[in-house]
């Protein structure tokens, strides 16, 4: 499926910029900055595992303010069958040397490149971003396996910053329930293994979300 991208202006990302609910521990931990990783794994069927960490990122409600504003967030539309449809949420993407727009970002990054190193055996290249501006917004089922992800195992790692919302995780091969994680405030979940092949993930609708969220995923290089 194709895409094409219409920039977003301040402007019109204004009602984006109004304070996000987070712990009042998050509220006083200054400076946004990756604390010592230490994340809990959970390993899943068919060779996959998820590792999560509570709270990762300090300080990170000042980087979400930062990137809603640095950001060139942009809205995609894409081709469906006989129609062409808008991606419900806010994009950006940075190949391997885009600059990123934070430095937070690169400290992220090669924080979780140096956790990893011996089970990725190569760092974390690129960086997307998403930005569900409220419940409306989400991402359908999907696993990252544009290229490398289709056939070999790697790592996508999620940084969430904003307001908590679910991750989903259901496996490909079999019908059956889910995994949910709820995820923002500086919350890391890292999936890993054959995860991208065979497992799916998704963000669903909210009626319930009260402002919005944004994903930064670290993924290393030939994965999309």
Same mark, same amino acid.
């Given at each position: 499926?194709?895409?094409?991208?219409?920039?977003?202006?301040?402007?019109?990302?204004?009602?984006?910029?109004? &304070? %996000?609910?987070?712990?009042?521990?998050?509220?006083?931990?200054?400076?946004?900055?990756?604390?010592?990783?230490?994340?809990?794994?959970?390993?899943?069927?068919?060779?996959?595992? %998820?590792?999560?960490?509570?709270?990762?990122?300090?300080?990170?409600?000042?980087?979400?303010?930062?990137?809603?504003?640095?950001?060139?967030?942009?809205?995609?539309?894409?081709?469906?069958?006989?129609?062409?449809?808008?991606?419900?949420?806010?994009?950006?993407?940075?190949?391997?040397?885009?600059?990123? &727009?934070?430095?937070?970002?690169?400290?992220?990054?090669?924080?979780?490149?140096?956790?990893?190193?011996?089970?990725?055996?190569? &760092?974390?290249?690129?960086?997307?971003?998403?930005?569900?501006?409220?419940?409306?917004?989400?991402?359908?089922?999907?696993?990252?396996?544009?290229?490398?992800?289709?056939?070999?195992?790697?790592?996508?790692?999620?940084?969430?910053?904003?307001?908590?919302?679910?991750?989903?995780?259901? &496996?490909?091969?079999?019908?059956?329930?889910?995994?949910?994680?709820?995820?923002?405030?500086?919350?890391?979940?890292?999936?890993?293994?054959?995860?991208?092949?065979?497992?799916?993930?998704?963000?669903?609708?909210?009626?319930?979300?009260?402002?919005?969220?944004?994903? %930064?995923?670290?993924?290393?290089?030939?994965?999309?």
């Amino acid at each position: 499926m194709g895409g094409t991208g219409t920039q977003f202006t301040r402007a019109e990302l204004t009602h984006l910029h109004r &304070p %996000v609910q987070g712990s009042l521990l998050e509220l006083l931990d200054g400076p946004a900055t990756p604390r010592r990783l230490a994340p809990e794994r959970t390993i899943l069927d068919h060779g996959a595992w %998820v590792d999560v960490q509570r709270g990762w990122l300090a300080g990170s409600q000042e980087l979400f303010e930062r990137l809603t504003r640095s950001v060139p967030w942009r809205a995609e539309r894409r081709q469906m069958y006989d129609r062409t449809v808008e991606v419900p949420r806010l994009q950006c993407f940075y190949g391997e040397d885009a600059p990123l &727009p934070d430095a937070v970002l690169a400290t992220t990054r090669d924080a979780l490149s140096r956790h990893y190193e011996t089970e990725l055996g190569e &760092p974390f290249r690129t960086t997307g971003l998403c930005l569900y501006r409220d419940g409306r917004d989400s991402v359908a089922w999907h696993g990252d396996t544009i290229g490398r992800g289709s056939t070999q195992d790697t790592m996508v790692a999620i940084v969430s910053l904003g307001t908590a919302r679910p991750l989903l995780l259901r &496996p490909r091969a079999a019908d059956g329930g889910s995994l949910r994680y709820s995820l923002g405030h500086g919350d890391l979940l890292v999936m890993g293994g054959s995860c991208q092949r065979t497992w799916e993930h998704a963000i669903p609708k909210s009626a319930t979300c009260a402002g919005p969220r944004i994903s %930064v995923q670290f993924r290393p290089r030939g994965v999309r």
